[in-house]
């Protein structure tokens, strides 16, 4: 099936990889690392096994970081909720990379 049809809004592994940050459902895959001081977010669309059409921002602070992956995850589910709750979960990461800076 086509990951672009599945309906998941859930990380699609549990393998946590520490200071990055990711997500994948709806066809987009985003990526998140603290760089250099800067929050940076990457946004892919899959097709196959790979990744296309490539975003990137770059935040200096953290909340403007998890509300962009609130509007992207909002965007590609058309769900509010999960938007929320992905940037909860982006706001949750950003505090453990902070306390292991």
Known sequence: M???????TAPQANVEIPGLYMWRGHGIVLLGEFSD?????????????ALEHIRRWSFAAP????????RLVT??????ISGRNESDRALAWISTVNATA
């Open 37 to 49: 001081g800067r929050w940076i977010l990457a946004r892919g669309w899959v097709t196959g096994d």
């Open 75 to 80: 965007e590609a589910s058309s769900d509010q």
């Open 63 to 70: 909340g403007p970081f998890a509300g962009q992956v609130r």
């Open 2 to 8: 086509s990951d672009a049809i599945r309906q998941s």
